[in-house]
């Protein structure tokens, strides 16, 4: 099964800063990546940023982006807002197991 | 718009069996893939198992093969997550995703809220 390497484990960042999350695939997965996000404040569901490793979710914003492709994958969230600190997860989908990395925990 | 919502959770004790559904709505069922995914309480993540549209492919996590079994109806626009031989580290909330789906005019993917279950003698 594919697994997924997710880093760094937490972030402790400042309003206004760039973030960037890293994911890399045991094997190569073309594009198959969603990011999901894990907020307090939304009773703690999950909700989806990105699917295909870098098409943003309906009413995601723009501040979110995605790239990579094979095994190697990044989330960086721009100009970070008060509202974005959570948990940051991303995922492997399309056949097999659909594994998840182990998880970013974002503060400021 | 398209929404999952799961039912079934409670409170049962170890060895007890639970069955849990998740009823779908705004997209094709029958097309498309379901995962079970389910977090227990201070970790992260873990995908538990997936269906396809047809039924005819499934898969299951290492940590519930063969205790646990997921079905669908596609009549009735719902999958089944059959836990039996519960244990205590099965304590957590289970949600429905499923993958990018095309309502007609839109595409994305979607979870649903969630269902409590808690495993304790």
């Known amino acids: 099964d594919v697994q997924m390497t997710q880093s760094p484990s937490s972030l402790s960042v400042s309003v206004g800063d760039t973030v960037t999350i890293n994911c890399r695939a045991s094997?190569?997965?073309?594009?198959?990546v969603l990011w999901h996000r894990q907020r307090p404040g939304n009773g703690n569901v999950p909700e989806v940023l990105i699917y295909g490793a870098s098409t943003l979710e309906s009413g995601v914003s723009s501040r979110f982006g995605g790239r990579g492709s094979g095994t190697d994958f990044t989330l960086t969230i721009s100009s970070l807002q008060p509202e974005d600190v959570g948990t940051y997860y991303c995922?492997?989908?399309?056949?097999?197991?659909?594994?998840f990395g182990q998880g970013t925990r974002v503060e400021i | 718009d398209v929404e999952l919502v799961e039912s079934g959770g409670s409170r049962v004790k170890p060895g007890e069996s639970l069955r849990l559904s998740c009823a779908a709505s705004?997209?094709?069922?029958?097309?498309?893939?379901i995962n079970w995914v389910r977090q227990s309480p201070g970790k992260g993540l873990e995908w538990v198992s997936s269906i396809s549209g047809t039924g005819s492919s499934i898969n299951y996590a290492d940590s519930v093969k063969g205790r646990f079994t997921i079905s669908r109806d596609n009549g009735k626009k719902s999958v089944q997550l059959q836990m039996d031989s519960l244990r205590v580290d099965d304590t957590a909330v289970y949600y429905c995703?499923?993958?990018?789906?095309?309502?007609?005019?839109?595409?994305?993917?979607?979870w649903g809220r969630g269902t409590l279950v808690t495993v304790s003698s």
């Open positions: 995703l499923t993958p990018p789906v095309f309502t007609g005019y839109a595409m994305g993917v979607h």
């Open positions: 995922q492997k989908y399309g056949s097999g197991p659909w594994t």
């Open positions: 705004g997209f094709t069922f029958s097309s498309y893939l």
């Open positions: 094997e190569d997965i073309a594009n198959y």
